[in-house]
């Protein structure tokens, strides 16, 4: 239990006499990092969270946009990450079953997921790799039990993460507007406990996410069953059609003491109930446990007397278990008791809202020196560090991960994972693209523009594909927010966050701050992950296969900005160097130029260009097309720097457009419109990845090969290294 | 005509399966709950994809078990076309329907990708509009997806012209590259990949002209013009 001995004192004053045991597991709960996001929520409220597609009701836990015709779209981000580093397969599982029933309290219908891992050093580290195999397959039998495609995320390695895991999950839902829960509750109606048992795993979960993790506390991670979620979201669903739902919430971190004191709080309402009334999965639960235990698979509902008979045929019919736990009061409070005898009765008001804290921060003293301007020994060629970085785990292909998770089911899927931004269908003749970035090696050199730059990133993905940027989920995962240092680096990171969020009109319409994310080397790097919504209204860009004689145009100007690069810390070991920063007015020109040639359909192709820089997004296009290439370094747009510069600098904003030359002209009518910084700097053919610099050969390299190595390797590195 | 979707706790394919009937195909498409009686009027059933009942115990066995598969052998019996797909083929070896086992992939994970049939039989109510040996991209996404059947079945299984489609490649280990079989009457038909997921264009990167011909030869099977 984490409740300090000066929050003890605020709450003896707060209720005026000493607080039961109940009482003290509850706020204990509630009271934590966790759910009450005490030392965040004061800034968090910088961030942009109103536009014109944004709907904001009462108690929703997850973001909701209207994309037209009736239709909105939910969206939210959650981690998992105590869990998942102490018990991989169950810790990844529920986090995925968490955020879904976040979309479903909304009333919408869970589409699409997608997930962000990060580990530590697979090649090295035996830990890591069992860690990162067993969260793959944990997501992939909830997803796939589902039936909820998991339709992109992404994989990082990075000895921050030793002995740790990294589990961010976001969710996509979609539905009818006239659909949506409009949370309301009136006197007398009943609170409804729907779905799985209460039994004695996940008990103090939120505790334990919000302490540095000492223990492996195994009992603090639920136990995943993704069957009864499938059938608690048909039911729900089923229960929405009848509109037999006056209010709803899932059950998560803090349990019930959460859900009821929270739903109250939103609503304005109380709640008496009575513990035993809860289904419990084992008989002799002491009253504190079921508050508390944070067992998966629950929705919390309220709703009246006449809808709860239809609602318990429903729950029959999926063979559920639903049990009606109390019933709304109008006096604001928490009135738990256990038959006729109370053992916690506590104003909403004070357990949902912890004192907010207004904690210190300083700059670090790493960062001191940590940006300038850093170089290394050129050489002739290149290709065999090329070799190197597409066989690393960070640049190598996914496909070992996400050929594992059913990415179709729902045949929404229209741009599958593998390409820079997934696309779903959607029922009005739109689509929705979607995609999820961090970059914590960035983020540790420069925490405010690493932010931005997965931000940009982030849209620059969605923008490959068609699509418009409308919304934005931020996960912030920090390590001891108490240590001054660490809290400026969170500061700095939501402060760029900002920035950007304000001047491109992307508003913020979910998100959660994971803090305490300690390692026993440390803290982790700062590890915002952001999620990008964009919607197509017309058609998403067809990518079509690039032939021999097609052309390759880059948009956009290469700066010496390796600071954090695949090349610096892979190849060279080097951490430090000048971050990549985003030039705002540059972006938003390119994002415009970029989406007007791809409406007009002049390009085969758009490719993003980050991790491993120009050379290794230009091999991607080469190795998912088995086709060859020939690139002048000296074409590229940007200041004169050394090849290695050229080729593995990570700097944001550039986007390769691949067209057939007829297109050109079209395209350069555009181009020219928005004034941006482009060049043509080679055409595909052959049978090699082939660049010069200064008409010299400095990488040459089959495809064959390259594609072979970049395919294979991260699957060889989980199962035979 | 009348298609039932049978859905089971746990199936997940039932509501692509029943748009890509009704609103691609313009069927008549109703879904069976797994524990009411199958209705009397149908012409054709489907069992979708999915882990009816979390695939416990082993993909397909517990719904096997399900009242509604009484009926479903009872309108087999009568020549009724069925098709399972994925976890229904699963479901149809278990109840017993179609001969041989699905077991785990040889990777021993869970697969989505997409991969190319080989159309073995061209008689059944569901292949019959396509050329023998056409080829169809499709993707398939199952853990236990392997087709296996001992050496003595198999043979009876050629002799019979019971494989209905087989992958141009190793896709999972399966038995002699099986992906789809037939029952000796060639009217009930398991296959693991996923149909559904491949005939609108928008959705499927390759061509979805082949895998429509399932659906279209059952219309033509039953006679009619939609």
């Not at chain 1, 909304?106 to 891992?117: E, F, H, K, M, V």
């Not at chain 1, 961010?168 to 009818?176: H, L, M, N, Y």
């Not at chain 1, 994971?514 to 390692?519: A, G, P, R, V, W």
């Amino acid at each position: 239990m984490s409740l300090e001995s000066h929050e003890l004192e605020e709450l003896k004053t707060k209720i005026g006499r000493e607080p039961t045991s109940t009482e003290l597991q509850i706020i204990a709960a509630e009271w934590s990092e966790h759910c009450s996001y005490k030392s965040s929520k004061k800034h968090l409220k910088m961030l942009p969270m109103d536009g014109p597609l944004v709907i904001n009701e009462k108690g929703y836990d997850s973001g909701v946009l209207d994309v037209g015709d009736g239709y909105v779209v939910t969206a939210h981000i959650e981690s998992h990450n105590h869990p998942s580093a102490v018990e991989p397969y169950g810790g990844a599982a529920t986090g995925v079953g968490g955020v879904i029933r976040d979309i479903l309290s909304a009333g919408t219908r869970p589409i699409a997921l997608l997930d962000g891992l990060r580990f530590g050093d697979i090649e090295k580290d035996q830990h890591a790799k069992w860690l990162f195999k067993n969260a793959v397959t944990g997501i992939a039998d909830y997803g796939n039990c589902l039936g909820i495609p998991t339709v992109g995320g992404e994989v990082e390695f990075d000895e921050c993460y030793t002995n740790y895991a990294m589990v961010d999950v976001a969710a996509i839902g979609f539905g009818k507007k006239e659909n949506l829960i409009k949370n309301h509750a009136k006197k007398g109606d009943l609170v409804i406990l729907l779905g799985g048992s209460t039994g004695r795993d996940g008990i103090g979960g939120s505790q334990f996410a919000s302490d540095s993790l000492e223990s492996d506390d195994r009992s603090a991670v639920q136990i995943p069953d993704p069957f009864i979620e499938k059938l608690i979201i048909e039911a729900i669903l089923e229960a929405r059609n009848e509109k037999l739902i006056h209010a709803m919430k899932d059950l998560g971190g803090g349990g019930l003491s959460c859900a009821v004191s929270e739903t109250a709080d939103a609503l304005d309402i109380g709640i008496e109930m009575d513990v035993e009334k809860v289904h419990t999965r084992e008989s002799d639960m002491h009253s504190d446990e079921i508050m508390i235990s944070e067992s998966q698979e629950r929705m919390l509902i309220i709703t009246d007397n006449e809808k709860l008979i239809k609602l318990q045929k429903i729950c029959e019919k999926f063979r559920i278990e639903c049990s009606v736990i109390g019933h709304v009061t109008f006096d604001k409070k928490m009135h738990v008791k256990k038959g006729e005898t109370t053992i916690a009765n506590l104003s909403t008001d004070i357990v949902a809202n912890a004192t907010l804290l207004d904690l210190p921060s300083k700059k670090p003293v790493y960062l001191e020196n940590i940006e300038k301007i850093k170089s290394f020994p050129q050489l002739s060629n290149y290709s065999e560090v090329m070799l190197k970085l597409l066989a690393s785990p960070n640049i190598a292909s996914k496909i070992w991960v996400y050929g594992q998770y059913d990415h179709e089911v729902g045949i929404r899927t229209v741009i599958k994972p593998g390409h820079d931004a997934s696309v779903l269908r959607l029922d009005n003749g739109k689509f929705l693209s979607i995609k999820i970035d961090g970059n914590p090696k960035q983020c540790y050199i420069n925490p405010r523009e690493g932010a931005i730059g997965c931000f940009e990133e982030a849209c620059r993905n969605v923008v490959c594909t068609g699509a418009k940027p409308i919304g934005m989920l931020d996960h912030l995962q920090f390590g001891n927010p108490k240590d001054p240092e660490i809290f400026w680096t969170f500061l700095e990171s939501l402060k760029g966050l900002t920035d950007f969020a304000k001047e491109f009109n992307i508003p913020c319409v979910g998100g959660k701050v994971s803090l305490y994310n300690e390692t026993p080397l440390g803290s982790i790097k700062p590890t915002p992950v952001i999620g990008v919504l964009g919607l197509i209204d017309k058609k998403p860009l067809k990518i079509q296969k690039i032939n021999s004689g097609d052309s390759l145009i880059i948009i956009g100007n290469t700066k010496d900005e390796l600071g954090g690069s695949e090349y610096f810390e892979y190849i060279h070991k080097f951490i430090g160097g000048m971050c990549p920063t985003v030039d705002f007015s540059e972006s938003k020109k390119n994002m415009t130029a970029v989406l007007e040639i791809i409406e007009n359909e002049f390009v085969k192709s758009v490719h993003d260009c980050s991790k491993g820089g120009l050379a290794i997004a230009i091999s991607e296009l080469c190795m998912t097309n088995k086709i060859g290439c020939n690139i002048s370094l000296e074409k590229i747009p940007g200041e004169k720097l050394d090849s290695d510069k050229i080729l593995f600098s990570e700097s944001h904003s550039r986007y390769l457009i691949t067209y057939e030359n007829k297109n050109l002209q079209k395209l350069q009518v555009i181009l020219k419109k928005y004034n941006v910084s482009y060049n043509i700097i080679g055409e595909f053919g052959k049978d090699s990845i082939f660049f010069t610099s200064d008409s010299k050969p400095i990488i040459d390299l089959s495809v064959d090969k390259a594609q072979n190595i970049w395919f294979n390797s991260l699957k060889e590195m989980v199962l035979h290294a | 005509m009348n298609v039932g979707v049978i859905v089971f706790p746990g199936s997940n394919c039932d509501r692509d399966m029943f748009h890509v009937l009704s609103d691609v195909f313009h069927l008549n498409v109703e879904y069976c709950w797994h524990d009411k009686p199958l209705p009397k009027n149908l012409d054709a059933v489907v069992l979708p994809g999915g882990f009816s009942y979390g695939d416990r115990l082993r993909a397909g066995v517990i719904a096997a078990h399900s009242p509604i598969i009484q009926d479903v052998k009872k309108i087999a019996e009568k020549g009724i076309p069925i098709l399972g797909v994925c976890n229904g083929f699963q479901i149809l070896v278990e109840s017993g329907l179609l001969p041989g086992v699905l077991l785990k992939n040889d990777s021993l994970n869970f697969m989505c990708e997409w991969t190319n049939l080989i159309v073995k039989n061209n008689q059944t109510p569901f292949t019959n509009q396509f050329e023998l040996n056409q080829k169809i991209p499709i993707p398939i996404a199952n853990g236990e997806g392997r087709y296996f059947v001992d050496d003595d079945t198999l043979i009876e299984l050629e002799k019979n012209n019971q494989i209905v489609f087989k992958y141009d490649q190793v896709v999972n280990g399966s038995s002699n590259h099986i992906a789809g079989v037939c029952n000796e009457d060639g009217n009930v038909v398991g296959m693991m990949p996923h149909p559904e997921r491949a005939v609108e264009s928008e959705i499927n990167p390759h061509d979805n002209k082949p895998s429509s011909l399932i659906f279209e030869s059952l219309i033509k099977k039953m006679g009619v013009n939609n």
